[in-house]
């Protein structure tokens, strides 16, 4: 097993921007799992994954465009097209020639479209709380987070407020969520949204949702095109997946498997990052063809 080692973090500039990545375990490898987080999310939501992960195998963890401490869009592109785009340059610039993805929910679209796009080159993939159909209440509840406010007093008060919207989590994940994406101010003492302020507008990021639910009908055909072994993660009590929405999407994956994570809803890096880093290890280690 190989020694963990600290975190290393740089910004490498792709598309007129610099991107935040960090990385774990043996950077010397030309093989790493890529981490990409959610909507309103940053990179230091898989942290005590990545940190897991890293014993075994080299980790690279990105702040997507607009988010954590990479650099916002003065244009406000934060398009699906955009963020791959810059994951393929990263990708080129660190010279890797295989990869494994571990995406959540917006990460995890991003993951699905790249890997379409280069089969070759994709070891495995891990899908965490994300589909082409997602229910209109996961969405909601989204936009309700990211409404709760504009800066906080302290971290005991946002975790007050993000209560409502981390059922699952014990106190100590809840404030690591917190400081995963909150920030200090550079003018005062109070805590700030770790993301392009223009991500609480809707209309930069539709979600285009109709009465029931969002649809990216793209996403199912991207879908069709997955040829690597692939792990499809839910929360037992996900608000914005169906059961039904996991079985069709494993249907269209072939050789796909399910994984249910107990006790955890939507944000499952927060409500149980160590089964979560469990079950992504238990998969990569079965898999017939080891490259790692």
Same mark, same amino acid.
């Given at each position: 097993?190989?020694?963990? #080692?600290?975190?290393? #973090? %740089? ?16 950077r010397k490898s030309k093989h790493a799992i890529i ?9 230091? +939501?898989? @942290? ?7 014993? @075994? ?13 990479? %650099? =916002? ?18 990708? #080129? +610039? ?34 965490? %709380? ?25 971290? %005991? ?10 059922? =699952? ?20 003492? *109070? *805590? =700030? ?24 009908? @793209? ?42 994570? #107990? ?30």
């Open positions: 097993m190989a020694v963990i #080692e600290k975190v290393k #973090e %740089e910004l490498i500039e792709v598309n007129g921007l610099n991107i935040n990545c960090k990385s774990w375990g043996n981490m990409l987080h959610g909507y309103a999310e940053t990179s230091r +939501i898989w @942290d005590d994954t990545a940190q897991d992960l890293s014993r @075994d195998y080299h980790v690279i963890a990105i702040d997507q465009r607009g988010y954590g401490n990479s %650099e =916002y869009s003065k244009e406000l592109d934060y398009s699906r097209q955009a963020q791959v785009e810059d994951l393929r340059k990263i990708i #080129e +610039i660190k010279k890797l020639t295989s990869l494994s993805f571990v995406g959540h929910d917006m990460g995890a679209a991003n993951a699905i479209t790249f890997a379409a796009d280069n089969p070759e080159m994709i070891i495995a993939m891990v899908m965490v %709380e994300a589909s082409p159909d997602v229910l209109k209440k996961g969405i909601e509840n989204i936009r309700g987070l990211v409404s709760v406010g504009n800066k906080f007093a302290s971290i %005991e008060s946002a975790m007050a407020l993000f209560k409502e919207y981390f059922p =699952y989590a014990s106190d100590d994940q809840l404030r690591r969520r917190v400081k995963s994406v909150l920030k200090v101010g550079k003018k005062d003492q *109070f *805590f =700030y949204w770790d993301f392009d302020p223009a991500f609480k507008d809707p209309t930069v990021r539709p979600m285009n949702a109709n009465h029931t639910q969002k649809r990216a009908p @793209d996403l199912w055909e991207l879908l069709d095109r997955i040829q690597c072994p692939t792990m499809i993660i839910r929360g037992t009590y996900s608000d914005l997946i169906t059961a039904n929405t996991l079985q069709r999407m494993h249907r269209r994956i072939p050789g796909s498997r399910i994984s249910l994570i #107990e006790e955890a809803g939507h944000a499952v890096p927060t409500d149980q990052p160590g089964q979560l880093a469990l079950n992504i290890r238990e998969f990569l280690q079965n898999l017939s063809n080891n490259v790692f």
